[in-house]
C-alpha cells in the first residue's frame, strides 16, 4: 500500500469511528480522510472536536444507503481505501426495531461495494492500489459455550437482527471479492471499550447510572462472557490489517480479557468508590446492581483466537482489562458534560452549530 491514501471512513463520529479518524490522522501524516456519517443518535461530532481544522480531513453527512451520493464522493476525493465502520450497533435496538439495521448493515455496505467497484473498475482508474476494509464483529459466530475459541473459520451462526446483518454484510464484501476480485479485507472484533462509547452500551452505561445513584441493570445471571479490547488496541490492529493485511482475508481481532459481566459491573463499582468515595446514600455503588430479565437470545460467551493477525501481521493487544477500565473511568469522569450532552440530546445541536451556522 502506497503511502498517499485517500480514505473514506464510514461511521467516523461513532465511537470506534471517531477513535480510528484520530488515530488515522496521527499515525498516517500523508492520508486524506473523508468522514462520511449519517449522524443517527450514535453519532456525535463533539467525539470529533479539534480535528475539523486539520486541512487533511472533511466530513461529510450522508447516509451510506444513498448510492448516488456515495458514487459522486469516490469520484470527486478519487477514494482508494474505505474503512467501513458506519452500522447500527446495539444488539438490544436490533431486537426492539431491526428494519435499520437490515438497512443499514446489509443495503447500505452493498451500496458502499458497488460504488467501489464502479469506481476501481473502471477503465479510467488511475489510483493506487485500492482497498476495502470491512469492521465486523465477532458475533457473527453465535455462542460460545465454557470452552473453545472463534477462529477465522469457525462457521457463522449468527443469533440477533444485529449480529444477522452483520453476517450477512461480511458475506456480501466476500463474495465481492471471489465474483468480482474487489480487494477486500474483513476484520472480526471482540467487544470494544475506552473513550466516547455512547452510554448504552454496558461499560458508559454502568459508569452513568452508577453516578446518578441509579439501578445497574444485569441481565439473567450475569455470567455471560465477553472478551474486552481496549479501543486504541483495535484502531491498531485495523491500521495492521490496512497495510500489511491480504486481499479476501479476515482477521479475527481479540482482547485476551474474558470476564463475566457481573464481574465487570463490580469492578466499576469499586473503582468509583475508590476514586472518588461513596454516594450520599453512604452504601457501595455494588449495592445499585439489580438483575434484570435476560435479553432475548443472549449469546453466552465470545472469545478470540488471534493467532492470525498476531502471527501474520505481528498485532497483539496492548491493554490489559485492569489498565485499560481504570483509563476509561478516568476518561467518563473527566467527561461527564459529554455524557450530559448525550443524555439530555444536546449533543445532537453541534452540528447545526458547526456546519449549518450561515
Ligand atoms: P456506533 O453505534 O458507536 O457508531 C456508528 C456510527 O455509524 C455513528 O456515527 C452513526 O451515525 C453512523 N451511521 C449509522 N448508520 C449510518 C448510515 N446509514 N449512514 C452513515 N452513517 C451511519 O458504533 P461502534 O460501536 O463505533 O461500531 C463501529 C463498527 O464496529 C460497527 O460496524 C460495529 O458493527 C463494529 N463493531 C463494534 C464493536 C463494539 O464493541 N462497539 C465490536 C465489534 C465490531
Ligand atoms: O462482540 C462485539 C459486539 O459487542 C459488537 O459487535 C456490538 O456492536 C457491541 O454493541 C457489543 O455487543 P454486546 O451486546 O456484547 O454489548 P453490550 O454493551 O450491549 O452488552 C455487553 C454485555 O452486557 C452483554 O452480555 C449484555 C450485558 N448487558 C448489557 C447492557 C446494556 C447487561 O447485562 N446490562 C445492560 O444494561
Known amino acids: 500500500m502506497k503511502n498517499r491514501r485517500s480514505a473514506l471512513v464510514t461511521g467516523g463520529c461513532g465511537f470506534i469511528g471517531a477513535n480510528f479518524v484520530s488515530l488515522i490522522l496521527q499515525a498516517c501524516p500523508e492520508w486524506r480522510v473523508i468522514n462520511l456519517d449519517k449522524l443517527t443518535y450514535a453519532g456525535n461530532l463533539q467525539n470529533l472536536q479539534g ?54 448493515n446489509i443495503i447500505g455496505t452493498f451500496a458502499l461495494l458497488e460504488a467501489a467497484r464502479k469506481s476501481w473498475q473502471s477503465d479510467s482508474w488511475q489510483g493506487p492500489e485500492p482497498c476495502f476494509l470491512h469492521v465486523s464483529t465477532d458475533e457473527v459466530y453465535g455462542s460460545l459455550g465454557d470452552t473453545g475459541y472463534f477462529t477465522e473459520s469457525t462457521p457463522f451462526d449468527p443469533r440477533s ?84 493485511g491480504e486481499n479476501g482475508k479476515s482477521y479475527n481481532i481479540g482482547g485476551n480479557n474474558e470476564k463475566q459481566n457481573i464481574e465487570v459491573v463490580t469492578l466499576i463499582c469499586d473503582i468509583l468508590d475508590r476514586k472518588i468515595g461513596l454516594p450520599e446514600s453512604g452504601k457501595p455503588r455494588r449495592s445499585l446492581i439489580t438483575y434484570v430479565a435476560d435479553r432475548l437470545g443472549h449469546d453466552r460467551r465470545y472469545a478470540i483466537d488471534a493467532t492470525r493477525i498476531r502471527e501474520e501481521l505481528g498485532w497483539e493487544p496492548k491493554m490489559t482489562f485492569e489498565r485499560g477500565i481504570e483509563k476509561t473511568i478516568d476518561w467518563y469522569l473527566a467527561n461527564q458534560e459529554w455524557v450530559a450532552n448525550i443524555v439530555d440530546g444536546s449533543y445532537q445541536k453541534y452540528y447545526q452549530e458547526m456546519y449549518e451556522a450561515e
Open 51 to 104: 480535528i475539523e481544522e486539520d486541512e487533511r480531513y472533511r466530513f461529510v453527512k450522508a447516509d451510506i444507503c444513498d448510492s448516488a451520493r456515495v458514487e459522486e464522493l469516490f469520484k470527486e476525493e478519487r477514494i482508494d481505501t474505505v474503512v467501513h465502520f458506519a452500522a447500527e450497533s446495539h444488539v438490544d435496538r436490533s431486537i426492539l426495531g431491526p428494519a435499520e439495521f437490515i438497512q443499514t
Open 161 to 244: 437482527p444485529y449480529s444477522a446483518s452483520k453476517a450477512s454484510s461480511d458475506h456480501l464484501v466476500s463474495a465481492y471479492f471471489h465474483t468480482y476480485g474487489l480487494p477486500v479485507r474483513i476484520t472480526n472484533c471482540s467487544n470494544n471499550y475506552g473513550p466516547y462509547q455512547f452510554p448504552e452500551k454496558l461499560i458508559p452505561l454502568i459508569f452513568n447510572n452508577s453516578m446518578h445513584g441509579k439501578s445497574l441493570p444485569v441481565y439473567g445471571d450475569g455470567k455471560n462472557i465477553r472478551d474486552w479490547l481496549y479501543v486504541e488496541d483495535h484502531c491498531e490492529a485495523i491500521v495492521e490489517v490496512l497495510k500489511n
